[in-house]
């Protein structure tokens, strides 16, 4: 069973400073995405397609040239402002991205099987693609059983400012109930704690499972986005900052019972640079797996599932 990935990298780095995206954190020059690519390969994934700005594509395909030397099977999808459901209007002028449940439908003319959603500035570590490719592979699923990697949210927090973060509230079986957007996670007099979208104050201890964005679904989930991307320009169409979130979209879904997510256990290790000052620590841990021999210190295609 074909397995594609694609890779969200429309976003505009807008905390970071500049295109962080492509930012060469690893030996060789690698950027996280890269090492997306490269452990979805090594678990059996045949295809790539990459969410990207009509304007930055040039730049995308000369880095995984550099990096891959056209050695895998990428497709190019763009997220534009006036990529609307039918019957739908731009509300003004709209420059920036509609959000990630925007970017993940760029992806629907490429994809004819299931696929798994990553962020193109996250590093997820090799087991968590492996283990959504087990489960989009697994022969008694139905097709609107989707998944997301869950992370333990105090492995996923930067020490020089608050983060955004999707907390995971899961029933008995380990199926989503429901997520909830966490802005400026951090501590705050010596508590940890971040607020929600209302700006309610929320006390955490860490130990929270949390979704970084790695979704396995099936072609089934783009009707179903689409529909809920129509009701979201009805509602907030108008506002030029409103974003149609993929966590607050995947919530519509399980309240109507129209999906279920099952959210699998990942143990990392998850790296981002949120900020400018993260980025000595990523650098360290990637060379310390380079070090460790999980990855090679030039990356390149993977063939049979071996690192190289």
Known sequence: MDLTLVVLAAGLSTRYGRLKQ????????AA???????????AGYDRFVLVVRPELEPRF????????????????????????PAGCALAGKRSKPWGTGHAVLAAREHVDGPF?????DDFYGAEAYAAL????????RSQLDFAAAGYRLRDTLSPHGGVSRALCELDDDGYLRRVVEVKNVGEEGGTLGGR????????????????MNLWGAEPAAFPLLQERFAHFLDERGADPDAEFLLS????????ARACRVKVIPASGPWLGVTYQDDRPHVEARLQGLVAAGQYPAVLSSVDQGQAG
């Open 22 to 29: 492509l930012e060469p954190l690893g030996p060789g020059g």
């Open 248 to 255: 607050e979209a995947v919530n519509e879904l399980i309240a």
């Open 133 to 140: 490719g087990d489960f989009l592979r697994h022969p008694g």
């Open 32 to 42: 996280l995405l890269d090492y997306g690519l490269y452990d979805a390969r090594r």
């Open 61 to 84: 395909r000369e880095h995984l040239e550099r990096i891959f030397s056209g050695t895998l099977r990428v497709g190019w999808a763009h997220q534009q402002p006036d990529d609307l």
């Open 196 to 211: 929600t979208l209302s700006g309610r104050r929320l006390e955490l201890t860490g130990e929270e499972t949390i979704s």
């Open 116 to 120: 798994v959603v990553m962020n193109a």
